[in-house]
């Protein structure tokens, strides 16, 4: 473990309809010590007011997941996209030489929870791109994002991967960094790492360890793990 910063660490911005936590610079937050790791830059944790959102807006040249955990996004596109992303989906965007959209809760009193997630793109200027898919747990740690799809995960311009981890209480799983630089975001529940407890929205990161060993507690562990050159 080379990096660990907790949930409450974070930066914070609360605009009424929106309250967001960064876990790197974003915005009006700037923190030199947390620009990202490796190509992942941004992991904005939402939640939206009911019937509120983001109007349209442009971006180019990164790579867009959104990660809905309650509620839902409905979500429109210069590339002509309309659809509503639900909990449980991930969304990917490859914004490339640019897109505009807009995103919006569309239920009038439940509030919206995402994630927001930027990685920056192997390859620029390409044509905008987007996915959208619900991905069952087949295993302990399942693919959501790979550079070539596999096993069913949507695919990104990048030599990097999102996988999401569920441990079972008291359950062990091990990373090993293979020359890679490896993050790990708590969704839910919450881990030990030696003696190290880890909890909903504390960040870690593996930059030169050589493995990274989690125990899941009681009530169990929910995570996304990053794979990143």
């Given at each position: 473990?080379?990096?660990?910063?907790?949930?409450?660490?974070?930066?914070?911005?609360?605009?009424?309809?929106?309250?967001?936590?960064?876990?790197?610079?974003?915005?009006?937050?700037?923190?030199?010590?947390?620009?990202?790791?490796?190509?992942?830059?941004?992991?904005?944790?939402?939640?939206?007011?009911?019937?509120?959102?983001?109007?349209?807006?442009?971006?180019?040249?990164?790579?867009?997941?959104?990660?809905v955990?309650?509620?839902?996004?409905?979500?429109?596109?210069?590339?002509?996209?309309?659809?509503?992303?639900?909990?449980?989906?991930?969304?990917?965007?490859?914004?490339?030489?640019?897109?505009?959209?807009?995103e919006?809760?569309?239920?009038?009193?439940?509030?919206?929870?995402?994630?927001?997630?930027?990685?920056?793109?192997?390859?620029?200027?390409?044509?905008?791109?987007?996915?959208?898919?619900?991905?069952?747990?087949?295993?302990?740690?399942?693919?959501?994002?790979?550079?070539?799809?596999k096993?069913?995960?949507?695919t990104?311009?990048?030599?990097?991967?999102?996988?999401?981890?569920?441990?079972?209480?008291?359950?062990?799983?091990?990373?090993?960094?293979?020359?890679?630089?490896?993050?790990?975001?708590?969704?839910?529940?919450?881990?030990?790492?030696?003696?190290?407890?880890?909890?909903?929205?504390?960040g870690?990161?593996?930059?030169?360890?050589?493995?990274?060993?989690?125990?899941?507690?009681?009530?169990?562990?929910?995570?996304?793990?990053?794979?990143?050159?």
């Amino acid at each position: 473990m080379d990096y660990f910063r907790r949930a409450n660490e974070r930066g914070h911005a609360h605009h009424g309809w929106l309250n967001s936590f960064h876990s790197f610079s974003f915005a009006s937050y700037y923190d030199p010590s947390h620009m990202g790791i490796s190509v992942l830059r941004v992991i904005n944790d939402d939640t939206v007011a009911g019937g509120a959102g983001f109007g349209a807006h442009g971006h180019d040249d990164m790579e867009i997941i959104s990660y809905v955990l309650e509620g839902s996004i409905e979500h429109r596109d210069s590339m002509g996209h309309v659809s509503v992303l639900k909990a449980g989906e991930v969304q990917r965007m490859s914004a490339g030489t640019g897109v505009r959209h807009s995103e919006y809760n569309p239920s009038p009193k439940m509030p919206l929870h995402f994630l927001q997630i930027w990685i920056l793109p192997k390859k620029k200027s390409v044509k905008p791109s987007y996915e959208q898919k619900f991905i069952e747990q087949t295993s302990t740690l399942t693919p959501l994002v790979t550079p070539n799809g596999k096993n069913g995960s949507l695919t990104i311009n990048q030599d990097a991967g999102i996988y999401r981890l569920e441990l079972k209480a008291a359950q062990k799983h091990n990373f090993k960094r293979n020359h890679r630089t490896g993050y790990l975001h708590i969704l839910s529940g919450s881990a030990r790492i030696n003696e190290t407890l880890v909890a909903k929205g504390d960040g870690i990161g593996l930059t030169s360890a050589a493995e990274l060993n989690l125990t899941a507690s009681t009530e169990g562990l929910q995570a996304l793990w990053f794979d990143l050159p």
